[in-house]
């Protein structure tokens, strides 16, 4: 089942009383040039009120969920006082991603987009993790690939081009995974992640599955041997994965 946007986006505009606040987010003093350009970029992009509207419509939390941007720490969420810490260096390092991959260039979106679109992506992977613990969700399998699957599916129902953000977050992990050797060492072998390549892949496979004739050329990189069977795996995970979610997503059983 998927959700028109349209409609969804009308109902963020609606506002909400609550008797608490329901996400708290703190931006700590830039000591930096770039730390300041980051806060002004962040603040200009309205990303924090866009995950805002979206927990208060679609994901709230039973107890205030903090966000701290400025923090070395991160990007992760940290159950023992339910906050997110978000360094403003990730937004940094992002943009640099992107401008060094001629992002602009090849896409037609600039690297500061990039870098917000990859911060949302990342934003929501954390509140993925702080509404499993909220909710105590059960999770079968790794619970970074399910907070990774949660941001896709949030963005790719409620947000407004929320297929091409889940692409630059996706691509983001293409250029990191460009950045690694030819071999993992072992402590990537034991790590909760999955690798940035397989991550990149999760990503455009639930994009594809979506809308599979808008997005058919996504895969084209997949061998062609693999291809037909991974195009039609897509289609059929999106179904289960977005269904799966929409099961603790109290505004859908409304």
């Given at each position: 089942?998927?959700?028109?946007?349209?409609?969804?986006?009308?109902?963020?505009?609606?506002?909400?009383?609550?008797?608490?606040?329901?996400?708290?987010?703190?931006?700590?003093?830039?000591?930096t040039?770039?730390?300041?350009?980051?806060?002004?970029?962040?603040k200009?992009?309205?990303?924090?009120?866009?995950?805002?509207?979206?927990?208060?419509?679609?994901?709230?939390?039973?107890?205030?969920?903090?966000?701290?941007?400025?923090?070395?720490?991160?990007?992760?969420?940290?159950?023992?006082?339910?906050?997110?810490?978000?360094?403003?260096?990730?937004?940094?390092?992002?943009?640099?991603?992107?401008?060094?991959?001629?992002y602009?260039?090849?896409?037609?979106?600039?690297?500061?987009?990039?870098?917000?679109?990859?911060?949302?992506?990342?934003?929501?992977?954390?509140?993925?993790?702080?509404?499993?613990?909220?909710?105590?969700?059960?999770?079968?399998?790794?619970?970074?690939?399910?907070?990774?699957?949660?941001?896709?599916?949030?963005?790719?129902?409620?947000?407004?081009?929320?297929?091409?953000?889940?692409?630059s977050?996706?691509?983001?992990?293409?250029?990191?995974?460009?950045?690694?050797?030819?071999?993992?060492?072992?402590?990537?072998?034991?790590?909760?992640?999955?690798f940035?390549?397989?991550?990149?892949?999760?990503?455009?496979?639930?994009?594809?599955?979506?809308?599979?004739?808008?997005?058919?050329?996504?895969?084209?990189e997949?061998?062609?041997?693999?291809?037909?069977?991974?195009?039609?795996?897509?289609?059929?995970?999106?179904?289960?994965v977005?269904?799966?979610?929409?099961?603790?997503?109290?505004?859908?059983?409304?």
């Open positions: 089942m998927k959700f028109p946007v349209a409609a969804v986006l009308a109902c963020l505009c609606t506002p909400l009383v609550f008797a608490k606040e329901n996400l708290h987010v703190e931006l700590l003093p830039p000591q040039q770039a730390e300041k350009q980051a806060v002004k970029d962040i200009a992009s309205h990303v924090n009120q866009t995950l805002t509207k979206l927990s208060n419509h679609f994901f709230p939390f039973d107890k205030t969920l903090n966000l701290v941007y400025g923090k070395d720490e991160g990007p992760l969420y940290n159950p023992e006082n339910h906050t997110i810490y978000i360094p403003y260096d990730f937004y940094t390092e992002s943009q640099h991603y992107f401008s060094e991959n001629k602009e260039k090849k896409y037609g979106k600039s690297a500061n987009d990039g870098a917000l679109d990859t911060l949302l992506h990342t934003l929501l992977h954390e509140v993925g993790h702080a509404y499993i613990e909220d909710k105590q969700i059960p999770i079968l399998g790794k619970e970074e690939d399910a907070a990774d699957n949660f941001a896709t599916i949030i963005l790719l129902n409620y947000v407004d081009g929320g297929d091409e953000i889940a692409i977050a996706a691509d983001m992990f293409a250029f990191e995974s460009a950045d690694r050797p030819d071999y993992y060492d072992f402590g990537e072998y034991i790590d909760e992640h999955s940035d390549l397989q991550r990149y892949f999760s990503t455009l496979c639930l994009v594809y599955g979506s809308n599979p004739e808008k997005y058919q050329y996504l895969l084209d997949v061998e062609k041997d693999y291809l037909k069977d991974r195009k039609d795996f897509c289609a059929e995970n999106f179904d289960v977005n269904d799966n979610w929409h099961r603790y997503l109290p505004s859908d059983k409304q």
